[in-house]
């Protein structure tokens, strides 16, 4: 039997490139498994369509700005309707490696309205 919290829970780790967000998120969810709590690890950009388009475009040649943060809420919407909302409905925890900060973070360096993001 899994342990469910009203409402769910959702936990986002942030920080900057190589701070250990991935090892501390995975460990979370790993912790959360075996204590028989409900619990889904997610990260962003996603392996969904518009995520994948993301990364391509970062190891391939960055997008513009505006395509950037027009794919990362196309991603985002999706992450939301297909594993975060339905997950947080059931009672279960989700653990997220990065989050909407991320994007205001890293494309607010590059010139993005921030509290738009936000």
């Known amino acids: 039997m899994k342990f469910l ?3 769910g829970l959702l936990v986002a780790v942030e920080g900057i ?3 250990g967000k991935t090892s501390v998120s995975a460990l979370l969810a790993q912790w959360c498994g075996e204590r028989g709590i409900a619990c ?8 969904l369509k518009w995520g994948q388009e993301l990364r391509r475009s970062a ?6 700005m ?6 990362f809420e196309l991603d985002r919407r999706e992450h939301i309707s297909r594993a975060i909302q339905p997950a947080l409905d059931a009672g279960g925890i989700v653990i997220l490696d990065r989050y909407y900060w991320s ?3 890293y494309q607010g360096a590059r010139g993005a309205d ?5």
Not at 40 to 47: A, D, H, N, R, V
Request: proline letters at 6%; hydrophobic letters at 30%.
């Open 59 to 64: 190891k391939e040649g960055r997008l513009t």
């Open 114 to 118: 921030v509290a738009k993001i936000m």
């Open 5 to 7: 919290i009203p409402n």
């Open 40 to 47: 889904t690890y997610s990260k962003e950009p996603t392996g």
């Open 66 to 71: 505006e395509e950037e943060l027009r794919l």
């Open 17 to 19: 490139d190589g701070a």
């Open 103 to 105: 994007t205001a973070a």
